[in-house]
């Protein structure tokens, strides 16, 4: 008998020679009997060899018709980062090109990231840089995220949802931006099955009960409209097709319906040879049936971003039911199956060589892969590149299509707005926009743009740039970072002062000068620890808010200890015990609370709510007006966001060391988020775990998300920074925890 993945390698030479020139399969070949040999002793969840998969994959890239290097790629994605073969190895072997694919695949090292949101962060930020340099990084990385969702059921059933969370966040919509509606409709359907199974199989029942009736009556359409095109004489194939369960399920949720509020669950598709029959097969089944006002799309005059092309009209069957006709070429059929990659098949010599007209048209259809890589160079912070990038590609999001007054096709984002609009022509348009016109009328910034409105932007050079009340106003994601983007950038200078100013305070807060710690080789270290570019991009970081001072100047001062403790004498640490004897102390004055505040008497001191400071906290005082000082730790959004004014009142204050050490009878409260993976069972193991480290909770809050995650508010009592430090770690270890956060102020 012929063992498994003999068969599948058998069956993907097959099938690339139904669509490839060439004989030769060698370098195929070369990588299968690699790929077995490196891969000999690994098994998948399922207990079958682990070389199944890369072999299923390759032939998931031979279906999209992929040329020699991709399919290869294919056999070696998991070689890299599986196996003790290096890129070096793969280059050696096959080809640098070959070496590249493999690696823009290969998920990152284990790296020192803190939260698993930031590895996979970093990873996508990889794969597009990736992708950026050749796009069949991507194709490749669907091919297996595709067979990896095939194979879900052998996997825990938190892992299952994780998963499939993620594809429909990020690959579905990757494949749909591509063009490729094969992998991106499978794709969504296996989510939809693990995310939301009760909905997917009470719709798949419902679906099911009517199909003999459906069935019926889409033959007798199809049968109808074949002899009419017959008889007018135009060459084509009509065929019928019930909508994946998932593109139901949407207009389900987009349209608040029930199924049975949902006509169109299935569609009539007519290929034809040319455009010109295309308009003619349309007025045949205008003849044939009643269209439904306003349902008509001309994809064909007005391609969507990823190239998709068609007519698609609904209309009223015979007897009453509502269905929709779907009319295009061969060609645009197979680009709507294929998207981006229809340009790699081998057809009239290399359709993907680099400078050809294929290439460019592609390059010129991803824009949105431009912006993607803007928001990697522009976005430090790896929670907000993953938050744009998640709201940009929002499955659910409706589209709307607008035009320029010279007939430019937009494509917006439901309930967009003229400054929407404006960026998405170019950043500079939105900088300089004063005002719109939507079809000839003056319309106010927060106007939602409908489909098929002509949109004019009124730009001025005198301008001073984007309001920050916008960010109120916009809804698409590109739009949002644009705006954040243009202050950060006019304001960097008055930042980059604002933040000397920061940590120099801090620094004097903190008894250093800055010839103590401001040492050319300590600044890099901690430019390079807080991924910056500069000194100065760091300090306007400070000033914006984007890192704290207190971080900085603390990581200065780890390095000036470090030097010290190499170079002191026993006679030097004595020196410095007898001048902190002799220096004459600044007058502070300590509270009952256990705050030090400087320079001022008796004083009331209460502690804010916002961030709830504990002993350990870097803190600063607050003058408030007729109430004293209030106390905040120095990471508070409050204080973060105060102006030049209001800073004006901040005042040094430190924990007494009686209380800092935990040695007294009082307790501070602080508050905690849990995130976790929803379970039965999970709320008594929190109370457990607090209950078993003796810790008062005062407050307990939970709700769960739509994607199956539980967010607890947890407010407990505590007597020092380094007693919660301790809860935090055991909660991080119970089962399913996914992140464990301190509450830092909400404003």
Not at 662 to 691: F, H, K, M, P, W
Request: aromatic share 8%; glycine share 6%; charged share 30%.
């Amino acid at each position: 008998m012929v063992p498994v993945e003999e068969q599948l390698y058998l069956e993907l030479i097959e099938k690339i020679k139904t669509y490839h020139p060439s004989n030769d399969f060698s370098m195929i070949e070369k990588a299968y009997k690699l790929a077995v040999e490196a891969h000999k002793d690994q098994k998948r969840k399922s207990g079958e060899p682990y070389i199944i998969h890369p072999l299923k994959v390759a032939y998931i890239l031979a279906e999209l018709e992929l040329d020699m290097e991709s399919i290869v790629a294919g056999i070696l994605h998991d070689i890299i980062e599986d196996t003790e073969y290096s890129y070096e190895d793969i280059s050696n072997m096959f080809s640098e090109e070959i070496a590249a694919l493999v690696d823009g695949v290969t998920k990152l090292g284990k790296l020192s990231y803190t939260t698993k949101e930031e590895v996979q962060a970093e990873n996508y930020r990889k794969m597009f840089l990736a992708m950026a340099k050749d796009i069949r990084v991507i194709l490749i990385k669907l091919a297996d995220r595709l067979h990896n969702m095939r194979t879900l059921n052998y996997m825990k059933p938190e892992k299952q949802r994780e998963k499939a969370q993620e594809t429909l966040d990020i690959y579905a919509p990757l494949a749909h931006r591509l063009g490729i509606s094969k992998i991106r409709s499978e794709m969504e359907d296996l989510c939809f099955k693990y995310l939301e199974p009760d909905a997917f199989f009470d719709l798949a029942t419902k679906i099911e009960r009517k199909k003999e009736e459906r069935d019926e009556f889409v033959q007798d359409i199809v049968k109808e409209l074949q002899r009419k095109m017959d008889e007018a004489g135009i060459k084509g194939k009509v065929y019928g097709r019930t909508k994946h369960f998932f593109s139901i399920y949407k207009k389900m949720v987009n349209q608040n319906k029930t199924m049975d509020q949902i006509y169109d669950l299935f569609a009539i598709r007519a290929l034809v040879d040319n455009v010109k029959d295309c308009y003619a097969v349309l007025g045949i089944v205008h003849t044939m049936y009643t269209p439904m006002p306003g349902r008509f799309k001309d994809y064909i005059a007005m391609p969507k971003p990823n190239m998709y092309q068609s007519l698609h009209n609904s209309l009223i069957g015979p007897h009453g039911q509502v269905f929709e006709v779907q009319i295009r070429t061969w060609e645009m059929h197979r680009t709507s199956e294929y998207g981006i990659a229809a340009h790699w098949k081998y057809k009239e010599g290399k359709a993907n060589e680099k400078g050809s007209k294929a290439t460019r048209r592609d390059e010129e259809k991803l824009a949105w892969l431009r912006q993607i890589m803007e928001w990697q160079r522009d976005m430090a912070d790896n929670k907000e590149y993953l938050d744009t990038l998640k709201q940009d590609f929002n499955i659910f999001s409706t589209q709307v299509y607008a035009f320029t007054p010279q007939g430019d096709v937009i494509q917006l984002t439901k309930d967009s707005t003229p400054i929407d609009f404006a960026y998405m022509i170019h950043s500079a348009v939105g900088n300089k926009m004063v005002g719109a016109r939507v079809n000839n009328k003056i319309v106010p910034i927060d106007h939602k743009i409908q489909n098929g409105d002509i949109v004019e932007i009124i730009t001025s050079q005198n301008s001073k740039g984007p309001n920050r009340d916008w960010l109120n106003v916009v809804k698409s994601a590109q739009a949002r970072t644009k705006i954040k983007q243009w202050f950060k950038k006019e304001e960097k200078e008055e930042n980059i002062i604002r933040g000397r100013e920061m940590v120099l305070a801090d620094m004097k807060k903190k008894g250093f000068q800055p010839s103590d710690l401001l040492r050319p080789e300590w600044m890099e270290i901690v430019v390079v620890k807080y991924d910056f570019k500069t000194w100065d991009a760091l300090l306007a970081a400070v000033g914006y808010g984007g890192l704290k001072e207190g971080q900085v100047v603390n990581r200065l001062k780890d390095e000036y200890l470090k030097e010290k403790r190499k170079t002191q004498t026993a006679e030097d640490a004595l020196k410095d015990f007898e001048k902190t004897i002799d220096d004459k102390p600044v007058k502070k004055h300590k509270s009952k609370s256990g705050i030090v505040v400087e320079g001022i008497g008796d004083v009331a001191v209460r502690f804010s709510k916002c961030c709830s400071p504990v002993p350990g906290d870097e803190i600063v005082g607050f003058v408030t007006r007729g109430r004293g000082v209030t106390i905040h730790r120095t990471d508070c959004i409050n204080v973060i966001n105060l102006n030049n004014d209001e800073r004006g009142r901040l005042i040094n204050a430190e924990w007494d060391t009686q209380f800092a050490k935990g040695d007294t009878n009082t307790s501070y409260l602080a508050e905690l988020r849990v995130t976790a993976n929803d379970r039965v069972g999970l709320i008594l193991e929190i109370s457990r775990q607090l209950a078993d480290d003796d810790i008062s909770v005062k407050g307990f809050n939970v709700r769960t998300t739509k994607d199956l995650l539980a967010i607890f508010n947890i407010t407990i009592e505590i007597k020092t920074k380094e007693q919660l430090e301790r809860v935090v770690k055991r909660l991080k270890g119970l089962k399913d925890i996914v992140e464990v956060e301190r509450v830092s102020g909400l404003g």
